[in-house]
């Protein structure tokens, strides 16, 4: 059974920093088969993605972000982290984890994350 949970949310000033965390069991996100990614959902709007990693040496942002947040995989532990640095109120929405393999995708609960200005 696949888990995944998020956890390093909470209420931050903007220019402020957070680290969320992903720890996963019941699948290696060290596999090259296992794409992981970090997504949003602002208030009242859509979920969207936010960093994606198809390998520790391939990694995507959303514009936003670019420059602010990194995404990571610590193999030893299987945890995947999102470090978030200079945030902004329109950060504020509930963070999930995610891991693909091959046509099956897996979320954690969500975190929720908000960004006071």
């Known amino acids: 059974q696949v888990q995944l949970v998020e956890s390093g949310g909470g209420l931050v000033q903007a220019g402020g920093s957070l680290r969320l965390s992903c720890a996963a069991s019941?699948?290696?996100?060290?596999?090259?088969?296992?794409?992981v990614g970090w997504y949003r959902q602002p208030p009242g709007k859509q979920r969207e993605l936010v960093a994606s990693?198809?390998?520790?040496?391939?990694?995507t942002y959303k514009d936003s972000v670019k420059g602010r947040f990194t995404i990571s995989r610590d193999n030893a532990k299987n945890t995947v982290y999102l470090d978030m640095n200079n945030l902004k109120p329109e950060d504020t929405g509930v963070y999930y984890c995610?891991?693909?393999?091959?046509?099956?995708?897996?979320w954690g609960q969500g975190t929720q994350v908000t960004v006071s200005s």
């Open positions: 019941g699948i290696s996100i060290n596999s090259r088969a296992v794409a």
């Open positions: 995610n891991a693909a393999f091959g046509s099956l995708a897996y």
């Open positions: 990693s198809t390998s520790p040496a391939s990694t």
